[in-house]
């Protein structure tokens, strides 16, 4: 996956709220754009990747998650199968994910998220999303702030027109993200950090600044 592409295609600007910048962009052969939403959280690093390993956690702030399961499990790599709530009549989309660690320049680094439809059979219960991928960016910017950046493309299915699908592009990154920073900046929330992310990557934390 080509991160530095990713980030700096042509990006369209749409709507800024709550602190929350939500952009698109055009994929090629697919009528679903891609989006990405940007925020800032004064939150330690520490605090964010523990989050983001705290699986248990996930249907606190990712929107309209219905189900989430861990199936693999390789060090700090994850194939995780999420079921996402859709109005009716549609059925709900199931996507299995496989996650990894990368560096994202100098001063960063990405949870990438590829999808792999046919890691299990197909549950007729759910409508399986075939094209999927993302990435989470993590960039410090000292005194305990973190800029986040949050990538996606996901093509729902042919059942979803794309106008609907486009339209529907815009609450993923916006609530998602601010779910996100209401239970990173929560003090009672104190997920484990993970510590086999050390044998991968150094983390130097900042504490968020005390007014």
């Known amino acids: 996956m080509d991160l530095t592409s990713i980030l700096e295609k042509n990006w369209d600007f749409r709507v800024e709220h709550k602190g929350v910048r939500i952009y698109s962009s055009r994929v090629n052969g697919s009528d679903i754009h891609s989006f990405k939403g940007e925020t800032e959280l004064a939150v330690s690093f520490k605090k964010l990747i523990s989050l983001f390993h705290d699986m248990a956690s996930y249907s606190r702030w990712v929107h309209k998650l219905a189900e989430m399961e861990v ?4 060090g700090i790599d994850y194939v995780v199968r999420q079921v996402i709530d859709t109005p009716w009549p549609l059925q709900k989309r199931e996507m299995i994910i496989r996650t990894g660690l990368a560096l994202a320049g100098e001063n960063s680094i990405a949870v990438t998220m590829t999808g792999e439809p046919d890691y ?14 993302g990435l989470w960016v993590f960039t410090p910017n000292g005194h305990g702030k973190v800029q986040l950046t949050f990538v996606m493309h996901v093509d729902p299915g042919s059942d979803v027109p794309a106008a609907v699908g486009n339209a529907g592009m815009f609450d ?40």
């Open 120 to 133: 299990l059979p197909v549950n007729s219960n759910y409508h399986r999303v075939r094209h999927a991928s």
């Open 172 to 211: 993923v990154p916006f609530h998602s993200l601010n779910n996100l920073r209401t239970l990173a900046m929560d003090s009672s929330y104190t997920p484990p950090y993970p510590k086999e992310i050390e044998q991968h990557i150094a983390i130097v934390d900042d504490a968020p600044d005390m007014p």
């Open 71 to 74: 199936l693999e499990k390789n």
